[in-house]
């Protein structure tokens, strides 16, 4: 008998190019990867014991009859596993978007599959005496026997138990999968159905490497996503990998790096080394996992996720090794980081979104300084649930004319007459009671509705002017707080003089405060060009929070700030550091000297008045003098004010 080996051949040459391309880049494989790549190898043996098997046959003349009996028997012992390998491989990757507890049915089919395997390998044992399958004559020609394709019908059985599975679970998967799987089967059967009319042609292989091929182009190459400048899984693929940690209960520990400052590398060492420094990050996380796999999370943040018992040292170790240098051609720097660490399953709540507990912890990991580590506990769930809470009801505020503004005034300290007053935004929610500006400024940044409150602000306080002049009190001059969000609006000018006008409230009245940290991501040029903009309209800018970590000398000398504002921190700090209070009295001293008003707030005990007299002070603002004042009490006390004169 003779068969065409043709197809065979090519098939294996294509599973070959598969497998070479199969290994995904610093990916650590999943039990579906493994089989899939185990399926190629199996392949590959597979149609080279058939080959073999074939080459038999053809020269049985020259080949002892107990070899070709063992090749052939080889062949129909090694090649009904291997669509069983293949179906599983699906079914696993079905069973990673259902509920855990569907498990169980995955169990059933695989067992099912099995059987059938066991089934068809008893007969081949058999065939040694009965010939079912095949035998060879006296002359050591190939003869088949009854049972010759019973394969073929058996992989057509267990191509309907797939199909079967894949059913039940339709409602948890999703297009893409469906597009790709339904057409498989059609074709596997085509091809069963040529092997048995054209049984001179051998296409078992072909048969499976045309699903092999499928599977690799809509599976394989887009079951995870490689980061192009580090070669480690990127965000969705980490993703990927949580949602199924959290569907399936398993443990492990996440660890979240955000690295401090990193635009300090790029701007001092360029692009190209700062890249191959996030590259050699990457690296030395991954070598630090041992156990577990690294992601690029983000621009300069980085995920771990490790196997629960080997990752509860893996914080430590990370950041012992951000305490050592990194080498880059020839570069050596110190790194810094911020960390959250997680531990899934996640007791408190385990329904929670992991990725929102890894996001709330490093943010707040970064804002309380340098290279914090975080932990995702109870506690912090009580935070992001406090945050929940209060993102719902401050979207509502406005709305529902729950905020007020309070006005504190701010004195020379020579004098103790009010020279000016800061507007501060207060918040009292009927269902949460008052609500701190340290907890809601922030979260209105985040929210994004930190303009629409600060053009309410000012609405507010150019409201109350107009009130005061039309009751002919003199009006003052008023700080209002703006953010780095409103101040990098392009139209943030026109929106301070369309409320101005308005309430024809003269431009020199309202003075804009700024943090430097807002502006930090503007540009110097940029952020000097808006203000000179303010400045020609007739409006003057104060430096808030001077000395809190951003401030320095030079960019506070180039800015044209009229007025800087000492953070209160300093002066709380000064009472108990005698450094502190000479650093404080220098930066007073400095400041005057270059021409700038100077303001120390927070000043709220007399030692604080009393160190104040020792050193030349301007302007003060704190609870010892007044504490904020609601509009109506404001007003009178600027009248009170006026009646003294």
Known sequence: MQWDIVPEILSSLVIFIILVNSRDA???????????????HYM??????????????????????WVNMLTNTAFF??????????????????????????????RLFTIILITTVLAFLIIVVLNFSTGWIFSFDAEGNYIRGPLNQLSLVIAVFQIGVAL??????????????????????????????????????????????????????????????????????????FIVHIDQLKRHNRKAVVLLVSLDDFKFVNDTYGQKRGNLMLRAVAQGLQDLASHGQTYRYGGDEFAIISNGKHGQNLAESVRNRFGES???????????????LLDLPFRPDPSIDPLNLLDHAIRTAKNRGKEQ???????????????????ERLLQAIEQETLSVDYQPIFSFSNKRMEMAEALL?????????????????????????????????????????????????????????????????????????????????TQTINIELTESSLIGTSFN??????????????????????????NLSRMVNLPFHCIKLDKSLLWSAKKNEKMLKFVDSIIKIVGEMGFRFIVEGVETEDQVVYLKQITCDLVQGYYFSPPLPKEQFITYINAQKNLK
């Open 26 to 40: 610093k990916a650590i494989p999943s039990m579906r990867d493994k089989l899939f790549r185990f399926s190629l």
């Open 44 to 65: 590959i043996f597979c149609t080279i014991v058939n080959i073999i098997s074939i080459l038999s046959v053809y020269h049985f003349d020259k080949i002892p009859l």
């Open 77 to 106: 012992t090694l090649y009904p596993p291997l669509p069983v390998i293949f179906i599983l491989y699906i079914l696993l990757y079905v069973y990673e978007s259902v509920p855990v507890e569907h498990m169980e049915r995955f």
């Open 164 to 237: 079967v599975a894949i059913w039940l679970e339709r409602k948890y998967l999703d297009r893409m999968f469906f597009k790709v799987i339904l057409w498989m089967p059609p074709l596997s059967f085509a091809i069963i159905v040529l092997q048995m009319l054209f049984p001179t042609i051998v296409l078992t292989g072909t048969a499976m490497m045309v699903a092999m091929l499928s599977v690799y182009l809509n599976f394989q190459t887009r079951r995870i996503s490689i980061d192009d400048l580090t070669q480690f899984p990127n965000r969705d693929s």
């Open 326 to 340: 990194w080498y880059v051609e020839g570069v050596s720097t110190r790194l810094r980081a911020s960390m959250a």
């Open 373 to 391: 580590l975080v932990y995702c506990d109870s506690m912090l769930l009580r935070t992001i649930r406090r945050k929940n809470q209060l993102s």
């Open 426 to 506: 207060r918040w009292e929610d009927p269902q949460l009671g008052k609500v701190s500006p340290v907890e809601f400024i922030p979260l209105a940044e985040e929210l994004g509705v930190i303009d629409e409150l600060g053009r309410w602000v000012l609405e507010q306080t150019c409201a109350m002017l107009d009130e005061m002049r039309a009751g002919g009190i003199p009006i003052p001059s008023i700080s209002v707080n703006f953010s780095g969000l409103q101040f990098s609006d392009p139209h943030v000018l026109k929106g301070i003089m369309d409320i101005l006008d308005r309430y024809r409230i003269p």
């Open 526 to 551: 940029e952020a000097l060009a808006l203000m000179n903009k303010l400045i020609s309209n007739g409006l003057r800018l104060h430096l808030d929070d001077f000395g809190t970590g951003y401030s």
